[in-house]
């Protein structure tokens, strides 16, 4: 975390200075915002909290529900989220409240006495070590809370505006504020609708989301829905795995999702209901959770289940759907005009909870399109960059409900059809990846390179999440994850790893260093504002090969100690050297020779290239970026 | 952490339900109070949070600044603060945002040209991992508002009466509150005095205590003080080391203490200004600060240091000094009445800052009054308990002071003296343990059994603070550090390790958990309060031998399963097993007979016994705890 380079901060430094439209923002709803974001779910409050990083971009998120979200809803948290959160400030804040996944237990039937059930096998949840964050179960509430939190802290000093609902959208196409939207008042006290003009609106409001009517997509996919009975529980049980994750079949083709909540106590029960009958027409909805318990307790047999308090149930329906379009933009106009609203999350694409993602890759889309408003709307890049976001994030939406189509087929089937006792277990082993958030891989855009040069640095594979991985801090001779110090700023990153020269010695990575610094074609010259320090849009770090003790930093070129703030303070922190034992090159594999990585601001690797790929590095970001105004 | 077994949380679970006075805490200064702080420094804050933590009691924290510290004081955190900081739930945050040290640089002039330093070590500050937690620094008003935090968060939601200043102490001996404080209002708007009745004071007022002088404590120690011109700046620097903790000493013998600071950019140099004429009356305070820049400079040669912003500066001045007593009760008079006052932190003993000790050690002082306060105040114990707050406390500072002169002489010696240019180097190196906060060790006492049988667990040595070590958390199979469950809740806890049969097999550790579960001579049923759940008052926790895929908690036995809250739930989170590699049983030289460790609330080893010694542990606890009132 850095601060007091702006002068000396005494109170919370999670607390950023305001700035822009956050020193005097008003209370209430204006008529006019730059950004209408409708619902305030876990894809509303990322794009919230991201574009509250863009202090000069007017953003207001509105809301249904008269205040926070309170109880129930979505728990799973896969170690992308983590990551995620560790950028917007509350990693390890919510790591320390929440329940964390270890192992995952799979109980069937005994082959010997088919009544009583046995574990057949419980494997590590992250056996190959995909990321240095756990995997986390924690109320969804929480996450809403800390997010809340991020966009209250952050200089465009956000917070929801409670108690509006959304009833009506418009793409007039007309003027600054092409988007019309009605909202209506939720609470009692006030009345009447208003409408609100946006430039952009970001429909984040779920399931039944009034921004995809409006926009007129179609969902494709399950007619039928499929029923669980879910309870949030305390509850005594010699129910031996009580506190871990299950997933139990019985005999009788009952099958039940455990899931162990943050505190100790509480745990979470999917109890399969099975399909619903098209024209159930919500029939399931009225299962008595008497009924729910009851069944839940002869899937456990011969264990038994004494529930002391349901904290919060729901008879969650729920089918395998997916929209035809993530933005107002229909097939044949694209490319003649840029989208004006987009839909995330719920919105967009729903599936079971077996695999736990609802929330997770809500969350992804929020970020995506998040950052992107905030290029386009301060300034830094092209309308044009608002068309990769349906580009990236169909696809993910497409490949998530494939997995959790075959996941709960799976997850579904009476034991006799399986034959292989450990068939699910084997599935969810060897899949894994996929629910922890890291397939997501986005195809070559203006933001995503080709692949051309990938093998200077295999272990960031471009289209992919950046995975970190240790380094010496050479000022403070701390060993960090470099990957920890791209937080949700809007920024972007470029890694300079080095070629074997020392600091102060002639090297790829000194000619790199004067040219990125200095030369009138680079980056930093050609998109960073007038006005602003130079690591404002491109925050640029330089790895060596060398341990720390063998870095004097008044050898390190300049482009990587920018000067900051007011008081132009030399920032010394984005030196790293190699962790013996630990070398990150080795780690990473990365060339010898040196190599260019470039990170997007959601984390995602967007460029491989040598140090001496100069005019390429400029010409991509000539392409992704608009030229600063000055 | 633990919740929800009281009901359902939604919100941040650092939150505790309030109870007894914090369901409805006045929110002026009552006339009649069962302990009065004064002053609400690091010493006050802490005992305050822990008295927060026994809501029976009103507990009230007076301080004469109209506000929280804002800035400025010390900023060394030892170890011991940390995993103290873990106990009061935000070692996670603060380290998030605190500056590590993870090496000390030594400087000294160049032996070929001595007017240039040059770097002579840089020795690891923990390189033995005396504790899971780091040294760290971070401005003082930060640690602070974490205390104040975790007051106002407890049941008891405790917070400082601002604006409130001592001015007088008359301990009358009578009635139920027989310590008469006068307090004075220091905020403009109201005026007079008025007087406070308390059954305990605790005097955490500093250095110039007016607590400390009102019970006739006399301050031996030297006569003179040591100056320094202190800064918390930001500059540029070519000093290499700037972002590392450093002891620069140039040939002219000026010297420098350098300490980086939290948020990358700070940093704070202590820069020496020998002792003080005793008939300087405080002259030395006007030294300006361009001159100790310039100082800074010439020490540094052939270095600079060009200040952008001095965010804080002091000249400090303090000499050793130690009063001849903890509380008001005479020497002649001890043994005859227990204590009704109490003094902590500065207000008993001052050193150096070159130690970084102040701070660290006044917290120390606090929690163990704390804890005790409590346990007399709400009957869990005799007041003869309070008498052991001297005994102890005063030997630690007796040993500070010792420490700390030794410390400061060699760091102010002139190179030539020094003879070996490692002297200093080699001595913080040997003497670690020492400021790290781990030398502590409590003398036998009521609540310190002696050593007797210390062999059946040599690594919880009887008397020093218990260090944590990893198992794994059965029921979830979370490895974790058995400490960190170990908060400042009050309670005692009660380790017991296993003998080598396995749970549901006949063993000591099966008698010996139906003897504390059962038996009317157990020490839960001697000294839990009638009503509250049985392990309100003593935490019981076993350790087994074997690994966690070979217990099946219901073969653990109930004493180690206890019954929680309104729901009767089950708490299954008391049983750990030993990790492959790492088991705690090697690590900590427990006995495989298995043994009984007992730990106090603040974190030191009480007692160690095998599991046959039930008399001898219920003898403990009768010497140490109250009978429960019935
Ligand atoms: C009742 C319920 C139960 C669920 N249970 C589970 C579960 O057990 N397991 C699981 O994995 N997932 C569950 N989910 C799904 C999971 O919560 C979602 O996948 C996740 O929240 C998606 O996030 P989102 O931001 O896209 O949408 P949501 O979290 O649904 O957020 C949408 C928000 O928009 C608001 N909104 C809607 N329409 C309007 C409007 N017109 N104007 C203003 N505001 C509006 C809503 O009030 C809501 O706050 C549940 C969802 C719901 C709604
Ligand atoms: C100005 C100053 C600068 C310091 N600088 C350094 C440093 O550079 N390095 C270092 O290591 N240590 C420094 N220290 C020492 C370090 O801060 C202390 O060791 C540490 O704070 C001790 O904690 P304490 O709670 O015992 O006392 P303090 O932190 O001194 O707290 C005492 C509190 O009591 C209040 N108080 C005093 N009298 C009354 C009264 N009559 N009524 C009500 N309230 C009262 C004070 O306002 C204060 O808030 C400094 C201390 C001070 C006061």
């Known amino acids: 975390m850095q601060f007091h380079h702006h002068g000396y901060v005494s109170t919370d430094p999670r607390v950023q200075p305001a700035a822009g439209i956050g020193l005097d923002r008003p209370a209430d709803l204006p008529d006019e915002v730059d950004v209408l974001i409708v619902g305030s779910g876990p894809a509303g409050m990322i794009t919230a909290a991201q574009l509250a990083q863009f202090p000069d971009v007017n953003v207001r998120i509105i809301e249904r529900r008269p205040g926070r979200l309170a109880i129930g809803q979505a728990d799973g948290i896969q170690a992308r989220s983590v990551e995620t959160f560790q950028a917007f400030g509350f990693a390890e804040r919510i790591i320390a409240e929440a329940y964390r996944i270890t192992e995952m237990a799979f109980w069937g039937p005994d082959p010997e006495d088919p009544s ?46 409670y108690g509006y609902e959304l009833t009506g959208l418009t793409v007039t196409g007309e003027g600054e504020h092409p988007v019309e939207v009605t909202v209506a008042h939720t609470d009692g006290e006030r009345t009447g609708e208003r409408v609100i ?51 139990i079949q019985s005999a009788s083709g009952g099958n039940i999702l455990l899931i162990p909540r943050e505190g100790g106590y509480l745990f979470r029960m999917y109890v399969d209901l099975g399909e619903v009958a098209e024209d159930d027409d919500h029939k399931v909805r009225q299962t008595p959770m008497e009924e729910v318990i009851r069944k839940a307790n002869e899937i456990i047999a011969p264990y038994t289940l004494d529930v002391k308090d349901i904290a919060w149930s729901s008879i969650y329906e729920v089918g395998h759907r997916i929209t035809d379009r993530f933005d107002d933009v229909l097939p044949d106009e694209r490319g003649t005009r840029t989208p004006r609203v987009f839909i995330t999350g719920d919105a967009c694409h729903t599936h079971s909870a077996k695999a736990g993602q609802g929330m997770n890759v809500s969350m992804q889309d929020g970020w995506n399109i998040g950052w992107k408003l905030g290029h386009v709307l301060d300034g830094r890049a092209d309308e044009a960059l608002l068309d990769t976001y349906s580009l990236e994030r169909q696809v ?20 006799e059809e399986l034959g292989d006792p450990q068939a699910v277990a084997d599935f969810y082993t060897q899949t894994m990846e996929f629910p922890a958030g890291f397939m997501t891989e986005y195809a070559p855009s203006m933001i995503v390179a080709d692949s051309a040069q990938q093998e200077l640095a295999t272990g960031f594979p471009i289209g992919k999440r950046f995975k970190s991985a240790r380094a010496t801090k050479v000022a403070d001779t701390n060993d960090v994850q470099i990957g920890h110090f791209h937080t949700a700023d809007g920024r972007w990153r470029i890694y300079a790893f080095a070629d074997a020269a020392k600091p102060g010695e002639a090297s790829a990575l000194a000619d790199w260093a004067d040219w990125i610094a200095d030369d009138p074609e680079s980056p930093i010259a050609a998109h960073t504002p007038a006005g602003a320090d130079t690591s404002a849009l491109l925050d640029i770090r330089a790895i060596y090969q060398q341990v720390h003790d063998d870095i004097d930093l008044n050898d390190v070129p300049d482009a990587f100690k920018p000067v900051v703030g007011p008081f132009e303070l030399v920032n010394l922190e984005n030196v790293y050297a190699a962790i013996p034992g630990d070398d990150i090159f080795d780690v990473r594999g990365i060339s010898r020779d040196g190599a260019v990585v470039v990170v997007r601001p959601d984390h995602y690797v967007a460029h491989v290239l040598p140090l001496s790929a100069k005019a390429e590095l400029a010409a991509f970001f000539r392409g992704a970026l608009r030229p600063a105004a000055r």
Chains 1, 2 share one sequence.
């Not at 969804?140 to 000093?157: C, I, K, M, S, T």
């Not at 921004?211 to 005594?236: F, K, Y």
Request: glycine share 6%.
């Open 116 to 161: 009583r059930i046995i574990r057949t096998s419980s494997p590590e949840d992250d056996p190959t070590g995909i990321s240095e964050f756990p995997h986390l179960i924690v109320n969804q509430a929480r996450v809403l809370d800390y997010f809340a939190e991020a966009a209250l802290n952050a200089p465009g000093r956000v917070t929801p505006d």
């Open 197 to 247: 003009r946006a430039k952009y609106v970001v429909g984040a409001d779920g399931a039944r989301s009034g921004v995809r009517q409006a926009i007129g997509c179609t969902l494709a996919g399950q007619s039928a829905n499929h029923a669980w009975g879910v309870m949030d529980v305390l509850a005594n049980t010699d129910f031996p795995d009580i506190r871990t994750k299950c997933a």
């Open 396 to 415: 993910v939406a497409q490949n998530l409900i494939d997995f959790d189509k075959e996941w709960s087929t799976l997850m579904a089937k009476r034991p």
